[in-house]
Nanobody, 120 residues
Framework: QVQLVESGGGLVQPGGSLRLSCAASGSIFDIYAMGWYRQAPGKQRELVARITSSGTANYADSVTGRFTISRNNAKNTVYLQMNSLKPEDTAVYYC??????????????WGQGTQVTVSS
């Protein structure tokens, strides 16, 4: 089983910044993609940003130019730097990882979520 532990959420004023972190642990052989999703009240969970082990990243249109995803493969950790935050960025942010166990079987895991609130 793979555990994902997120940190870095909180309350920030519009225009402010936050940095989310997510560390994966377990019998991991490889994580080929890690990403961040978010879910606002009454809305479906949506992709925010995703990055492969080779560093290829993609972003939701709504965050392009404001958010940056990065990862440390050696530490099985992914980060999300969020700048110029807007009230509409308010949501629970979930970390996601897809990869393979040491046994060779694949996994897809979610973190418990961290709240990000953008408000004055």
């Amino acid at each position: 089983q793979v555990q994902l532990v997120e940190s870095g959420g909180g309350l920030v004023q519009p225009g402010g910044s936050l940095r989310l972190s997510c560390a994966a642990s377990g019998s991991i052989f490889d994580i080929y993609a890690m990403g961040w999703y978010r879910q606002a009240p009454g809305k479906q969970r949506e992709l925010v940003a995703r990055i492969t082990s080779s560093g290829t990243a993609n972003y939701a249109d709504s965050v392009t130019g404001r958010f940056t995803i990065s990862r440390n493969n050696a530490k099985n950790t992914v980060y999300l730097q969020m700048n110029s935050l807007k009230p509409e960025d308010t949501a629970v942010y979930y970390c996601n990882a897809n990869g393979t166990y040491n046994s060779g079987s694949s996994f897809g895991s979610w973190g418990q979520g961290t709240q990000v609130t953008v408000s004055s």
